[in-house]
């Protein structure tokens, strides 16, 4: 049984950075198409970032240039770093596998001043 737990949120103020780690049991993520999706209360839950099997990464376009997807296989981790963070990054962000499985937990992201 996969389970996915995301960590390294927080609070951060506009122009700033924070990196989200995404360590799954019950799977490696070597080799695997990995996502990130984010949810604001109210609302559905949106594909923020991807990472094929053979790491070709893709973005939605609000974030593009200020997020960076990516996976460490030695400790089987994905990270989303983001950079540039604005008020409407303000979000809880969850990581999946690809096709999507159970969602974990996620990591709240509040970007103000």
């Known amino acids: 049984q996969v389970q996915l737990v995301e960590s390294g949120g927080g609070f951060v103020q506009p122009g700033g950075s924070l990196r989200l780690s995404c360590a799954p049991s019950?799977?490696?993520?070597?080799?695997?198409?990995m996502v990130w999706y984010r949810q604001v209360p109210g609302e559905q839950r949106e594909l923020v970032a991807s990472l094929t099997s053979g790491d070709d990464s893709y973005y939605r376009d609000s974030v593009e240039g200020r997020f960076t997807i990516s996976r460490d296989n030695a400790k089987n981790t994905v990270y989303l770093q983001m950079n540039s963070l604005k008020p409407e990054d303000t979000a809880v962000y969850y990581c999946n596998t690809w096709p999507l499985g159970a969602w974990g937990q996620g990591t709240q992201v509040i970007v103000s001043s």
């Open positions: 019950g799977t490696i993520v070597r080799g695997k198409a």
